[in-house]
């Protein structure tokens, strides 16, 4: 006999894992392993979600009509061009299935999201992952990487899991790189929380060029993980194309009312935004006080490299867990010898450091 044989790629996937949430035995925990906005979500989404949840047994809008007015009028982009999602997570395997199949390549840097070589295999497609320096995408070394079957090049910008950022000369240079036929993905996802000048979400590119699509979430810092939304600016050939294959009722009624609140509540994404532009450079430094290696980060999160490698590292991560401090391992990213750390509260924030201190001193 023999049974349903999948699709080739998938049985070679290492699932995505988030970051988790529990201890065993400890009912207190600082959860920093999933960059979640410490603030949560603005009082204004909770008070819509608990509003739209006796319109739970009504169907929502598919085409998330008035939360993509919204978005456009937020960021001064046509409502036409964009499309809503179930977290940027489907969108970024949306766009991958549409634009990628078996004998394709899908380019990224070599230490960029997960879900980028996920999506690839997931669809039957070969990922292709290209050199960093210094921990950042390297624009020469991505070019360097196409070949005659490169379909994708996801950009995470700032990237996860290294904070770093390609700043907007050096992506323009990489789609001016790129043949036509190819699209670029530049994954915003941190985009809120960056105020550098020269940093570009990536829609002055969409605007101006056919093959360019750029993707958002308000799982960071509009604090709606939980929700699930993500959006996505695009080409109007290109967005035709993703609405033609997204499921037909893939944003539920209670994100779309949640979203639409949040960006309707611009003190509380200020008062998030503020809270990680005190923190970021606060942790950062603390973290290279004790003798770790931090490459800048720009998003809401740092990511410490232990000089003892894999083995320090590992053992770090388990004493903070013992005391009830969860931060995020990275050996998936090929970064064994650090931990990803989320800015947390202020409590949080002091904990991660004297938890961390004390461990140091005691190794």
């Known amino acids: 006999m023999t049974t349903p044989t999948p699709q080739p790629g998938l049985m070679s996937i290492t699932p995505y894992k988030g970051g988790e949430s529990e201890l065993e035995g ?30 739970a047994h009504r169907y929502p809008d598919g085409g998330a009509t008035r939360l993509r007015e919204m978005l456009g009028k937020r960021f001064g982009l046509p409502a036409s061009q964009l499309i809503c999602g179930n977290g940027s997570d489907e969108l970024l395997g949306l766009i991958t299935s549409c634009y990628a199949g078996e004998g394709d390549e899908v380019l990224y840097s070599r230490h960029g999201f997960l879900m980028y070589p996920i999506a690839a295999m997931a669809h039957g497609a070969t990922p292709v992952p290209a050199p960093e320096t210094d921990y950042c995408a390297d624009v020469d070394a991505l ?45 915003a996802a941190y985009a809120e929380y960056v105020g550098r000048n020269d940093y570009d979400s990536g829609a002055s590119l969409v605007a101006a060029h056919d093959n360019v699509i750029m993707t958002r979430t308000f799982s960071k810092i509009f604090g709606l993980g939980g929700m699930r939304v993500g959006w996505a600016y695009g080409a109007p050939d290109i967005i035709d194309v993703l609405h033609r294959a997204r499921g037909p009722f893939n944003t539920s009624i209670m994100a779309q009312a949640a979203a639409i609140a949040a960006l309707e509540d611009t003190a509380h994404l200020d008062a998030a935004r503020a809270h990680n532009d005190r923190w970021l450079p606060w942790m950062s430094a603390a973290l290279a006080d004790l003798g770790l290696d931090c490459p800048p980060s720009i998003g809401n999160f740092v990511l410490a490299r232990f000089p003892g490698g894999p083995d320090q590292a590992n053992a770090a991560d388990a004493f903070l867990r013992s005391k009830g401090i969860i931060v995020r391992q990275m050996g998936g990213y090929g970064l064994p010898e650090a931990l990803r750390i989320t800015i947390g509260t202020e409590a949080d924030n002091h904990a991660v450091i004297d938890t961390t201190k004390q461990f140091l001193a005691d190794t």
Not at 48 to 54: G, K, P, V, Y
Not at 152 to 162: E, K
């Open 143 to 187: 070019l360097a990487a196409v070949t005659p079957r490169t379909r994708i090049l996801f950009l995470a910008n700032p990237n996860n899991p290294t904070g770093t950022y390609l700043a907007r000369d050096e992506v323009a240079r990489l789609r001016a790189g790129l043949r036509d036929d190819i699209l670029l993905v530049i994954d």
């Open 26 to 55: 400890l009912d207190h925990v600082r959860k920093l392993s999933a960059n979640e906005s410490p603030l949560g979500p603005s009082p204004r989404a909770i008070a819509a979600m608990r509003e739209m949840a006796e319109a």
